[in-house]
């Protein structure tokens, strides 16, 4: 019988994600093992088990999907794949915390895109607030927002410590400068957004975060990003389906639009399947993770 | 390349139930996952991240079942689960926690067809004692029978524990529609008199009604027992017994083994199983699905 492609699924937590196993299964895995409440002490094992047990044959049809909650933890482990590798015995690993890493870089692609068309701007000359920045989706966003060029600062809705302990973590991880602030009162978001170029919101399902009357407030806005697919959604005005429609209660900047959800959403599943497939397909082991995706997502859009 | 046919299999346990994932494999699930130690408050998360990672089209080759051993927690986890869906990102969902719905929907579908083939009579208004009763097959196969008309008394071994899973039973799960009553192991003796129905549903290898009882009931028709174990729940009641008379009975009352419940439940949960495969438009399947399905299968072909 000819060998069947399997995934191994490592999770800190007690479940790995429906999500992902639909997406893995639907990118042509035969088989899913999931692996639950795995500790990063337990990932050097776990690979070496998973490489060590196939042959030859078997290790091109073998891959591993690092899940969980936790950004750094995800990126942790992934090294740990990679350490506890043995040439030739060697598969593909891709790290995907809340699938936080390709919604991220599909976030930041689709406004990097109506960024460039309609506004003929780069990241790097743009300064951009990222709210609901201390979660897995707006941290990703976040750096790689970051690495990309733009002045990027994350925000929390509860506490200015909580987004200056985030920033200062990941700056330090992924060598990028992230600034910190307090996005509670509408007051603080205003002062917030008053000259930023681009905004993500990754905050929380079914909370409007930015009003119609904070928006009005935003002079030099040209592209804002809502990943909250649930209504009310993040940012008022923008409609799921939006990709470069009109900001409309963004009426102090001439020009701005937004992308919405399901928008952001498409592309991330198209680069969740391809990043899949890629594992899949190759003739040599792979390591994905925000970065790779995010080098995807640029291709896709 | 069609998509498979993917199945997430929730439970509250620390192990899913090989039983069920042996029936969502036979019933033409080609991928059976399981997620463990499942909060209830973790429903919405896990239902959201399966609808919202597949194309409306393979959502129709998608589904989740809910086992665990709580009823009411099952029940509860299926209303979050169906209110965590947006119409067109839907999906068909199947509660049988311990297989518990599928078991008590078989089992009085069984007797149900006893009193219509041998008694000329139905369900409507006949007096049931459900020994055991507080367990999860006792609490639903009391529900579904109330629901189909007849007087339950859920029979425990402490009264006010029995009376308040009566309660949670009549609120829960009948909408406040049905009233079981409780009683006491202690009076069966004096409930057996006026049972036309008996369902030993406790745990297995207890005698729940001994030969004496069985002789001194003089309106019983239908007796059902869900243990396989030996001794059998009720005296005179063997596991493979399929509606032969009980030896012992003075009213000629006739009896329904664990192996002829089991048959049946084991086809309700697959055509069960099989219907979320099946269906164009999603389902969400409990107890009163499961006692359709059961009263279909056994329903004389015309």
């Not at chain 1, 019988?1 to 035969?30: C, Q, W, Y």
């Not at chain 1, 890493?101 to 309609?118: G, N, P, R, W």
């Not at chain 1, 990709?243 to 498409?266: K, T």
């Not at chain 2, 049972?195 to 030969?211: H, R």
Request: charged share 20%; aromatic share 6%; with cysteine.
């Amino acid at each position: 019988m000819e060998k069947r492609s399997i995934l191994h699924m490592l999770d800190p937590m007690t479940n790995i994600s429906p999500f992902d196993v639909n997406m893995a299964m639907d990118a042509g895995f035969d088989v899913l093992m999931p692996y639950s409440s795995v500790k990063l002490d337990n990932v050097h094992g776990l690979t070496q088990d998973a490489i060590f047990s196939r042959g030859p044959a078997g290790i091109p049809l073998t891959a591993i999907f690092i899940g969980g909650r936790d950004l750094g933890l995800a990126i942790d482990m992934l090294n740990a794949c990679k350490h506890a590798m043995v040439p030739p015995f060697e598969i593909s690993v891709f790290a995907d915390p809340s699938g936080a890493f390709t919604t991220a870089a599909a976030l930041v692609a689709c406004v990097e895109k109506e960024l460039k068309t309609l506004h003929g701007k780069e990241m790097k000359d743009c300064k951009a607030v990222v709210f609901g920045g201390t979660g897995s989706v707006g941290i990703a966003t976040g750096v790689i927002s970051a690495l990309a060029g733009a002045s990027t600062t994350l925000t929390d809705h509860l506490s200015a410590d909580t987004a200056l302990d985030v920033a200062k973590a990941y700056n330090r991880r992924f060598n990028c400068e992230l600034g910190a602030a307090l996005a509670g009162s509408d007051a603080e978001k205003i002062q917030l957004i008053a000259d930023a170029d681009i905004i993500y919101c990754t905050a929380k399902a079914g909370v409007q975060v930015l009003s119609a009357v904070v928006l009005k407030q935003a002079k030099q806005l040209k592209v804002a990003g809502d990943v909250n697919a649930v209504p009310p959604v993040g940012i008022e005005g923008i409609k799921r389906s939006h990709f470069g429609a009109p900001l409309i209660h963004a009426v102090n900047s001439p020009g701005a639009v937004g992308v919405g959800a399901l928008a952001v959403g498409d592309i991330k599943y198209q680069l969740q399947n391809t990043l899949l497939k890629l594992m899949l397909e190759t003739d040599k082991p792979l390591y994905l993770d925000f970065r790779d995706a995010f080098m995807k997502a640029r291709q896709i859009v | 390349m069609e998509k498979p046919f993917i199945l997430h299999m929730l439970t509250t346990a620390k192990n899913l139930s090989p039983f069920d994932a042996n029936m969502a494999l036979d019933a033409g699930w080609i991928h059976a996952l399981s997620y463990l130690n499942v909060e209830p408050s973790e429903v919405q998360g896990l239902v959201q991240d399966v609808i919202f990672s597949r194309s409306l089209k393979n959502l129709q080759r998608t589904g989740i079942f809910i086992g665990g051993r709580d009823t009411k927690q099952a029940m509860d986890m299926l209303k979050s689960a169906k209110r965590s869906m947006f119409a067109p990102f839907e999906v068909s969902v199947f509660a049988d926690p311990s297989g518990a719905f599928t078991t008590a929907a078989g089992m009085v579908a069984l007797a149900e067809n006893e009193l219509i083939t041998k008694f000329h009579t139905t369900l409507e208004a006949k007096n049931i004692l459900v020994l055991g009763g507080t367990g999860p097959v006792g609490q639903v196969a009391s529900v579904i029978a109330a629901q189909a008309g007849a007087h339950v008394r859920m029979i425990g071994r402490q009264l006010d524990k029995a009376q308040n899973i009566a309660d949670m039973c009549n609120n829960e799960f009948g909408e406040g529609k049905i009233t079981i009553l409780a009683g006491v192991d202690a009076d069966k003796a004096e409930y057996i008199k006026t049972t036309d129905l008996v369902f030993a549903t406790g745990a297995a290898g207890i005698e729940l009604l001994g030969a004496e009882l069985v002789a001194s009931a003089p309106l019983l028709k239908v007796a059902a027992d869900v243990n396989a174990v030996p001794p059998a729940g009720i005296a005179g009641v063997d596991a493979f017994q399929n509606g032969t008379p009980i030896k012992g009975s003075n009213s000629g009352a006739v009896g329904l083994g664990a192996m002829a419940i089991g048959n049946i439940k084991y086809q309700v949960q697959n055509l069960l199983l099989k219907s979320m495969i099946h269906t164009e438009k999603p389902v969400f399947l409990h107890f009163e699905h499961a006692f359709e399905m059961a009263r279909n299968y056994l329903k004389p072909v015309a």
